[in-house]
């Protein structure tokens, strides 16, 4: 069987992520670089041949909506310059929260980005932590679904944290919740919120017992950290010891990082699907890489091996 040639690439905000899975699967980035006009336009370029090859591209599309624009263009280039298969690493996928219609008049912006991947002609996705499982069955092609309990589950037993409890952030978080609890052994506790609108949490209430117990709460994304944060500081309140969070995506917009530093949360641990703000205090956050997972994965996929043992659960 013919392995065609693994080149690794990457698109401008994902480069220092794209470098890291490049180093873990033992090898370096590939050269490309990006022309910018002046009125705005961009026109990316690989300036190597990849004719034949098998292209990763690696870019998580988080706002602005530029950084889904470059993937797709360099998805295009990849074609057109002949490469035999083209693989987005999308580490955090963007549009993931409109899954579905939820009101009237409104887009599924998620299965909309599924289709223009697949029109810019990629033959496969790899993404982590999406926020609905089902957003897999938007596309035709293969997608690898990566799951960060590999990379929180053994990391928070490392801490042997006394008295520990698991907290899901809402009741669409259970799921995710009461796997944690069964690999730590912990019991959950779950907390009811009710959304006045998008990002603006009202009433909220903790279902179980929190006192005298060490909380973590999971989630897949942290946006303004208005659930967390106040979840957090209500678990003190009704005596909980200590609060962590553990979210896959910190896109932390508005007065996310203000929110948390002002909270109840002991520690927040992150991945680097998104980068942190250079700028903001990250006293609170610890960061730990998906780069070994993800070069891992695309391993076991280039040279058609099994990824099934890579998921804790």
């Not at 037993?157 to 907290?167: G, Q």
């Not at 809402?170 to 944690?180: C, H, L, P, S």
């Not at 006192?211 to 950290?225: L, M, R, V, Y």
Request: hydrophobic share 45%.
């Amino acid at each position: 069987m013919v392995i065609h040639k693994l080149k690794f690439f990457a698109c401008s905000e994902s480069r220092y992520l794209a470098e890291k899975i490049a180093r873990s699967f033992g090898t370096e980035l590939g050269d490309s670089s990006v022309l910018h006009f002046s009125d705005g336009e961009f026109q990316p370029a690989y300036n190597e041949s990849i004719r034949g090859c098998t292209v990763c591209i690696v870019q998580s599309t988080f706002p602005p909506a530029e950084n889904l624009m470059e993937l797709l263009l360099m998805i295009d280039a990849a074609r057109r310059a002949s490469a035999y298969k083209v693989i987005a690493v999308i580490p955090y996928f963007g549009w993931a929260r409109q899954d579905r219609k939820d009101r009237p008049r409104v887009s599924i912006g998620a299965k909309l980005v599924a289709n223009l991947l697949h029109a810019a002609g990629v033959d496969r996705v790899m993404t982590m932590d999406l926020h609905a499982d089902q957003i897999q069955g938007f596309f035709d092609i293969p997608v690898d679904h990566l799951y960060s309990s590999g990379i929180f589950g053994p990391h928070i037993k490392d801490l042997a944290i006394e008295n520990l409890a698991v907290a899901a952030p809402d009741v669409g978080g259970a799921k995710r919740a009461n796997a944690y609890a069964s690999y730590l052994d912990a019991p959950m506790v779950i907390c009811h919120k009710q959304r006045e609108k998008a990002n603006v949490v009202g009433e909220m209430t903790v279902i179980g017992d929190v006192e005298g117990k060490n909380i973590i709460i999971f989630d897949d994304i942290i946006d303004t950290a208005g659930t967390i944060t106040k979840a957090a500081d209500m678990m003190m309140d009704r005596g909980a010891l200590s609060v962590r969070a553990a979210v896959t995506h910190p896109v932390l917009s508005g007065p996310a990082y203000d929110r948390i530093n002002k909270s109840s949360l002991t520690e927040v641990l992150v991945t680097d699907t998104i980068p942190l703000c250079k700028e903001a205090d990250t006293s609170k956050f610890t960061v730990l890489s998906v780069a070994e997972l993800f070069a891992d994965v695309i391993n076991r996929v280039h040279n058609n091996r099994e990824i099934s043992s890579k998921f804790i659960f």
